[in-house]
């Protein structure tokens, strides 16, 4: 069974940085899309960033110009690297990715578990 295994969160003063991680366990074929997600407290989730096998990226305007996201094809990672940060980012963000177990398996779609990003003021 494939998880996807994020890291990288914490706890971080505003204006500070954060990279957030996440890679599947176990053996893969190929990645499709990936992407990272957010849930703030009393908030529907939505769409941080998303970024194409082929390196096709678009953010939500909120985080455009602080956030940057980028995969390693090599090691299945994508990763978010957050600048400048501000209270309201602070949620539960969530890896996401389109992942192909096998050659001849169809694509599926995977959750990780949540990484908690706290922005103290």
């Known amino acids: 069974q494939v998880q996807l295994v994020e890291s990288g969160g914490g706890l971080v003063q505003a204006g500070g940085s954060l990279r957030l991680s996440c890679a599947p366990s176990?053996?893969?074929?190929?990645?499709?899309?990936m992407g990272w997600y957010r849930r703030a407290p009393g908030k529907q989730r939505e769409l941080v960033a998303a970024i194409t096998s082929e390196g096709s990226a678009n953010y939500t305007d909120s985080v455009k110009g602080r956030f940057s996201i980028s995969r390693d094809n090599a090691k299945n990672t994508v990763y978010l690297q957050m600048n400048s940060l501000k209270p309201e980012d602070t949620a539960v963000y969530y890896c996401n990715a389109d992942i192909r177990r096998f050659v001849w398996s169809a694509s599926v779609n995977y959750w990780g578990q949540g990484t908690q990003v706290t922005v103290s003021s």
């Open positions: 176990g053996y893969i074929s190929r990645i499709n899309n």
